[in-house]
T-cell receptor
Framework: DTAVSQTPKYLVTQMGNDKSIKCEQN?????MYWYKQDSKKFLKIMFS???????INETVPNRFSPKSPDKAHLNLHINSLELGDSAVYFC?????????????FGPGTRLTVL | GDSVTQMEGPVTLSEEAFLTINCTYT??????LFWYVQYPGEGLQLLLK?????DKGSNKGFEATYRKETTSFHLEKGSVQVSDSAVYFC???????????FGAGTQVVVTP
């Protein structure tokens, strides 16, 4: 059974389009995250939700909007895609309210904007 | 703010060689420290962690010790295998929500 899954795995689209990436976890965790990994492999947190509430919102363009319909799902919608949005996006989850617990990562979604 | 600095790669080694990847951090208080590994085409997996000063994390032959005096969490393995070829990330978490601050990653290439 996959712990953290993301769809799609690959996404190729044109500039200006709107796209969504979905994430689901079956670990019973209450906290979920989105990270962006750029072409140099650098990883940076974008958002985090705890029990459907936004708790971390880093400096990210407001074209990016996370949505958590329930605590097992965290989706990422991106409007008006730009070339610089090309990256690998990772979803992760963990137990709430603790910095010591392990974050479990999904396999990533490779977004290519042409 | 919090930050993590790790040695640049790629690090190229022969099988059975000793591996060290240096990692130092800047943080207020006592963050938790982690090493994650990313195999080609995959997501990140936790390799080991340490949550208190002087704790040693270990897994799959890898070890790292949380040192406050040197603000370091260096990763070591005594004898690497080709299957250890991957990108290794040092990270810290200093807030209660588990926000991870990553280093830039170090690519390790092990040749037969």
């Amino acid at each position: 059974d996959t712990a953290v899954s993301q769809t799609p795995k690959y996404l190729v689209t044109q500039m200006g389009n709107d796209k969504s990436i979905k994430c689901e976890q079956n670990l019973g965790h209450d906290t979920m995250y989105w990270y962006k990994q750029d072409s140099k492999k650098f990883l940076k947190i974008m958002f985090s939700y705890n029990n459907k509430e936004l708790i971390i919102n880093e400096t990210v363009p407001n074209r990016f909007s996370p949505k958590s319909p329930d605590k097992a799902h965290l989706n990422l919608h991106i409007n008006s895609l730009e070339l610089g949005d090309s990256a690998v996006y990772f979803c992760a989850s963990s137990r709430p309210g603790t910095s010591t617990d392990t974050q479990y990562f999904g396999p990533g979604t490779r977004l290519t904007v042409l | 703010g919090d930050s993590v600095t790790q040695m640049e790669g790629p690090v190229t080694l022969s099988e059975e060689a000793f591996l060290t990847i240096n990692c130092t951090y800047t943080a207020t208080g006592y963050p938790s420290l982690f090493w994650y590994v990313q195999y080609p085409g995959e997501g990140l997996q936790l390799l080991l962690k340490a949550t208190k000063v002087d704790d040693k994390g270990s897994n799959k032959g890898f070890e790292a010790t949380y040192r406050k005096e040197t603000t370091s969490f260096h990763l070591e393995k005594g004898s690497v295998q080709v299957s250890d070829s991957a990108v290794y990330f040092c990270a810290l978490s200093g807030d209660s929500w588990g926000k991870l601050q990553f280093g830039a990653g170090t690519q390790v290439v092990v040749t037969p």
